[in-house]
């Protein structure tokens, strides 16, 4: 009786000591040979792949900024500027279509009225 008591007491902890399976890691020349077989054969899917990237990096940032900057001017100018730029009709269609073939989403923080104080 001692002797199964001893086993059921020790089972969880041999369980816990047990090492947990490892998954393998990935091989970086398996992907490394994948990107070059891929830029091989279509370098197009690369620099479209290249330059979602790049307007990603500059849209955002550069979208943020000019709103920041509008918003801390004491001058009720560049916030009728922007919001008549971000209600056109054109800027509308270039949201769309950086939405959709690049996905960049150019989302505005809460639009400034002119009558707004600053």
Known sequence: MKKLITVLLLAPAALIAQEA????????DIVASFVQNLAAQAPWLIAALSLIGVLRVIFKPAMT????????????????????????????W?????????????THPKAISPNETK
């Open 94 to 106: 270039l949201v769309w279509a950086l939405d959709l073939f690049a996905s960049i989403k150019l």
């Open 21 to 28: 399976p490892v998954a393998p890691a990935l091989n970086t």
């Open 65 to 92: 900024f000019l709103h920041s900057v509008v918003k801390a001017t004491p001058s009720t100018k560049d916030d009728e500027w922007l919001t008549k730029v971000e209600g056109s009709v054109w800027l509308s």
